[in-house]
């Protein structure tokens, strides 16, 4: 796995608008398709990915059919019952900085 130096490119740095919010904050985009690590990234999710749908497969929904066929499940199991809460929840801020 040896990178092709002359297909190799600095990552491109450029921002968004979010006009729907006061004074119109940026959002960062940060281009590296082209980067150094993509073969090694592309590399890791090849191995990793199978591990980590094998692990979360229980707790993970692809799509909506995938959820109403959980819970048709959880259903017919006799674990949806009259009292059962559902809680939905939106992340406002996913990013650490």
């Keep these: 796995m040896s990178p092709k130096i002359d297909l190799l490119e600095l990552a491109h740095l450029h921002f968004i608008p979010k006009p729907h919010k006061p004074?119109?904050?940026?959002?960062?985009?940060?281009?590296?398709?082209?980067?150094?690590?993509?073969?090694?990234?592309?590399?890791?999710?090849?191995?990793?990915?199978?591990?980590?749908?094998?692990?979360?497969?229980?707790?993970?929904?692809?799509?909506?059919?995938?959820?109403?066929?959980?819970?048709?499940?959880?259903a017919a199991n006799g674990h949806l019952k009259p009292t059962t809460l559902f809680i939905t929840f939106d992340v406002e801020n996913l990013y650490t900085m």
Aim: glycine share 2%; hydrophobic share 50%.
């Design 23 to 74: 004074d119109t904050p940026l959002r960062p985009i940060v281009a590296a398709i082209h980067a150094s690590a993509t073969e090694i990234s592309k590399f890791l999710n090849d191995v990793l990915a199978p591990i980590f749908l094998r692990v979360a497969r229980q707790t993970t929904f692809i799509n909506g059919i995938d959820l109403v066929r959980a819970l048709e499940k959880y």
